[in-house]
Nanobody, 130 residues
Framework: VQVVESGRGLVQPGGSLRLSCAAS????????LSWVRQAPGMGPEWVSS????????HYADPVKGRFTMSADSVKNIIYLQMNNLKPEDTAVYYC????????????????????????WGQGTLVIVSS
């Protein structure tokens, strides 16, 4: 399994950026896919998840309405489209993958800790600043 993020950049407040995660070596329908971020000096923060046992795509309140997560299982790429970016969105963004069987029967839609996932990328830096 490989999980590799890309799309790092410096963006002005109000701008947009799309992150990509090349995730391969597993069957997408068997896994939940998440984005997690970690701001400087802060703990990790769950951002969004797709494909968990609850179905659909879920977002943390701070990004709801501004970020959109999607996945292309043919190209093996997970995207995070980020619009109306704010300085508080500055962080290293990680792509994370976990097998659905791990949380079978549990109301889990996403987590912020690395040990909640089976695979975790190296991260890509997003800076939102004027």
């Amino acid at each position: 399994v490989q999980v590799v993020e890309s799309g790092r950049g410096l963006v002005q407040p109000g701008g947009s950026l799309r992150l990509s995660c090349a995730a391969s070596g597993f069957i997408y329908s068997d896994y939940a896919l998440s984005w997690v971020r970690q701001a400087p000096g802060m703990g990790p923060e769950w951002v969004s998840s797709f494909g968990s046992g609850r179905g659909g795509t879920h977002y943390a309140d701070p990004v709801k309405g501004r970020f959109t997560m999607s996945a292309d299982s043919v190209k093996n790429i997970i995207y995070l489209q980020m619009n109306n970016l704010k300085p508080e969105d500055t962080a290293v963004y990680y792509c994370a993958v976990v097998h659905l069987g791990r949380y079978h029967g549990i109301n889990w839609v996403g987590g912020s800790q690395k040990d909640e996932y089976d695979y975790w990328g190296q991260g890509t830096l997003v800076i939102v600043s004027s």
